[in-house]
């Protein structure tokens, strides 16, 4: 979990998710590049189905639950391009 401010913007939001998830899992190299995606498997840049920037509280209203239910990843870029290029 992650304490920030409503008005966080995605590419704000992103590095700091890095930090808490390399701190706490080994395993994820800080070197990578990433990306922060929704629960569909989407990039994070506008709220889901506008052309509105992303900003947390923005996405907290769009899905009309409380910050502590909102959830997003992190995935490893190269892994984001594999998964897409199989998508093809």
Request: charged share 20%.
């Amino acid at each position: 979990m992650l304490t920030v401010h409503p008005d966080i913007t995605a590419d704000e939001l992103l590095p700091l998710a890095i930090d808490k998830h390399c701190a706490c899992n080994w395993h994820l190299p800080r070197s990578a590049s990433y990306k922060l995606m929704y629960p569909d498997g989407q990039v994070v840049n506008t709220v889901p189905g506008t052309s509105e920037l992303f900003t947390l509280e923005k996405y907290k209203q769009f899905l009309g639950k409380a910050y502590l239910k909102v959830v997003l990843y992190i995935c490893e870029e190269d892994d984001y391009i594999a998964s897409k290029q199989t998508q093809l």
